[in-house]
């Protein structure tokens, strides 16, 4: 989901980090998607002011869109077996609804990937993983945190989640027709294995599964700013009495 990734719990270090290598692999992993992100946001702004448009954008950005985040696959693993304290089927969740919607809807229906909403998603998505790795990569190193880091990951999701759940709803609905029409990834009865898909009707519960999702999601990133921003202003003045 758009993830937005203010979407997922705080993870301010790993599980393991008294592993030098565990420590090495995770500062190489987030540096090197933090490095990928930055890319997509330099050639979305190249493509934007010297082109005067955004159309074609998506296939300017594609391929180091679509490695950055299928790479995010392997964050699932790493919760999964404890290098960063996170709810392994929460990230799960977070990172199907993102490569589905890259792969599933976006690559299959290439007229999905025109057009206002596309920026919109894709616009959350970079601004929101810059800040995320960045943030994760300044958690395994000693001391801690930049404030304007943790400031940002903290509040730019308020405007950044809706903006991205609202550009990837409206991309789903722009694959519909297409989908429905050309009866993609679907199968009908009778078959030999005696079952149905719809990949149409799929796609409308991918949609509808966003409603109680979403708000779920979005309170409990306000909890954690409460919490994550409120304890530094508490530490901050204790700081300045001392």
Not at 102 to 114: D, F, K, N, R, Y
Not at 118 to 134: L, P
Not at 202 to 226: A, D, E, G
Request: proline letters at 5%; hydrophobic letters at 50%; a positive charge.
């Amino acid at each position: 989901m758009a993830s937005t990734s203010p979407a997922k719990p705080a993870s301010s270090g790993q599980g393991k980090g008294g592993n030098a290598f565990v420590k090495a692999y995770l500062v190489a992993y987030n540096v090197g998607q933090m490095l990928g992100w930055l890319a997509l946001l330099v050639i979305m702004l190249s493509h934007v002011f010297t082109k005067r448009t955004v159309l074609g954008l998506y296939k300017q950005v594609e391929d180091i869109l679509l490695i950055c985040q299928t790479a995010a696959v392997l964050e699932i693993l790493h919760s999964m077996v404890g290098l960063v304290r996170s709810n392994w089927l929460l990230t799960a969740f977070q990172v199907y609804s993102r490569v589905f919607l890259l792969w599933g809807v976006i690559w299959s229906v290439p007229a999905a990937s025109e057009g206002v909403p596309v920026v919109m998603w894709f616009t959350a998505w970079t601004i929101t993983e810059i800040v995320r790795y960045s943030f994760y990569f300044f958690s395994l190193l000693p001391g801690e945190v930049p404030y304007f880091l943790v400031w940002f990951r903290y509040t730019f999701f308020i405007l950044l989640y809706p903006i991205g759940v609202t550009g990837e709803l409206m991309s789903i609905f722009a694959a519909l027709p297409v989908v429905k029409k050309t009866n993609m990834y679907s199968f009908d009865l009778p078959n030999k294995y005696n079952v149905s898909f719809s990949y149409f009707y799929y796609l409308c519960f991918i949609m509808v599964s966003y409603l109680p999702v979403f708000p779920q999601l979005y309170l409990h990133m306000f909890s954690q700013r409460k919490k994550v921003l409120g304890r530094r202003s508490i530490e901050g003045a204790q700081k300045k009495d001392n």
